[in-house]
Structure formats: structure tokens, C-alpha cells
């Protein structure tokens, strides 16, 4: 595609419940990054695939959030059993692995617990 | 913060005015960026600004750097209702990984 899509786009889900968001990077963006973004602050780093390499996971919250990557490619991030201070905003980017490049950006899936 | 700061949090200006917004970051550097975003969704890419450059424009966009200082400072120059959006800048150090600031809100009136 010609951006980086998200989905869905919210979810509304009840505590306790897991939950999947998917992210379809830009073709050819080796290195992808997952973000949550709470109502009114800024982004917190979550985890970061590149390539082939193991993913930096020091920024998932709790083992209750987890995410692969396959094929290089679709990123799907798990959160299980869900609270509802998971709530929040969360972005998926991806880029070139390179330090000189912009990151693109999904538009985010909207994920409220109740 | 124990990474940055963005300063202000929130500025509120009439159209045509000039809107600065101010980052401060607190480890070394390869480059900072500039990021919008609109109505809390996705980021769009504004400006990137390497450690080794000290300004940098496009458009109606400049930013400075003063790694000395370790800050940065965006300004926006005659600006448009179009321009209301929330402003962040981002870091990268020795990580691939940016660092994002908590932002700015801007709001042009007409």
C-alpha cells in the first residue's frame, strides 16, 4: 500500500478481554514501531522491530502486551486481559533502517476498555 | 521529564501570526525531527535536523538546533487555521529508536 494501515481503527473491548491490532507497514520498511499515545500526552515507545534481528521489547508495560512480526512484514500487538488504563491511542510506524530517515506513520487504532 | 520537554504545552495565536514551539532534550544526539499531528490520529513527518546542522527551512517551517544547549525550536511563520494541530519533536541518539516530547497544541484562530 502506500502508507502504513492500521486496524481496526477502534475497538472498544470490556476488561479483562485480549485484544489484537494489526499493522501493515510501508513495502520495503525493514525496521517498524509500535507507540500508545493516552489522551492529551505523548508517545510511549513500546517496541521496535528490525529486519530479522529480536525485537527491543523494553517498552511494553506489562507481560501482558506482547508482538510479533511476521514474515518481515504484518505486525500484530497483543495485549491480553485487558485494564483499563490500557486505554489510549496506539500507532504503528515503520522506516528504513536508517538514523537519517522520517518514520511513517498509521492513522492508529483507538482502544477503549470498559 | 526524564527525557524532554516541549515547551509551551499549549499556544494560542490569530492567523497570520508567528507560532515558535521549543524542545529540550537531555542525551547526545544524531538528529531531531518535527512531527504534526491532527485531531490525535497519525503523525506526518514535518522537518529532520541533523546534530551536525544548526537551521533548517521548508516552506513556512524553520527549525534551529543548538546542541550545546541541547534544544530545538520550531517556528511556523504566517500562519493559517490549517496549521491548528499538535507539534512533536523526536530524537534519535545512539538508538534507531526516536524519543518523542510530550508536544505543543497549536491553535490558529481565524
Known amino acids: 500500500g502506500a502508507g502504513v494501515s492500521q486496524s481496526p481503527s477502534n475497538k472498544v473491548t470490556e476488561k479483562g478481554k485480549d485484544v489484537e491490532l494489526r499493522c501493515d507497514p510501508i513495502s520495503g520498511h525493514t525496521a517498524l514501531y509500535w507507540y500508545r499515545q493516552s489522551l492529551g500526552q505523548g508517545l510511549e515507545f513500546l517496541i521496535y522491530f528490525q529486519g530479522n534481528s529480536a525485537p527491543d521489547k523494553s517498552g511494553l508495560p506489562s507481560d501482558r502486551f506482547s508482538a510479533e512480526r511476521t514474515g518481515g512484514s504484518v505486525s500484530t500487538l497483543t495485549i491480553q486481559r485487558t485494564q483499563q488504563e490500557d486505554s489510549a491511542v496506539y500507532l504503528c510506524a515503520s522506516s528504513l533502517v536508517s538514523m537519517n530517515t522520517e518514520a511513517f506513520f498509521g492513522q492508529g487504532t483507538r482502544l477503549t476498555v470498559v | 521529564s526524564q527525557q524532554g520537554e516541549e515547551d509551551p504545552q499549549a499556544l494560542s495565536i490569530q492567523e497570520g501570526e508567528n507560532a515558535t514551539m521549543n524542545c529540550s532534550y537531555k542525551t547526545s544526539i544524531n538528529n531531531l525531527q518535527w512531527y504534526r499531528q491532527n485531531s490525535g490520529r497519525g503523525l506526518v513527518h514535518l522537518i529532520l535536523i541533523r546534530s551536525n546542522e544548526r537551521e533548517k527551512h521548508s516552506g513556512r517551517l524553520r527549525v534551529t538546533l543548538d546542541t550545546s544547549k541541547k534544544s530545538s525550536s520550531l517556528l511556523i511563520t504566517a500562519s493559517r487555521a490549517a496549521d491548528t494541530a499538535s507539534y512533536f519533536c523526536?530524537?534519535?541518539?545512539?538508538?534507531?529508536?526516536?524519543?518523542f516530547g510530550r508536544g505543543t497544541s497549536l491553535i490558529v484562530h481565524p
Open positions: 523526536a530524537w534519535r541518539g545512539g538508538s534507531y529508536i526516536p524519543t
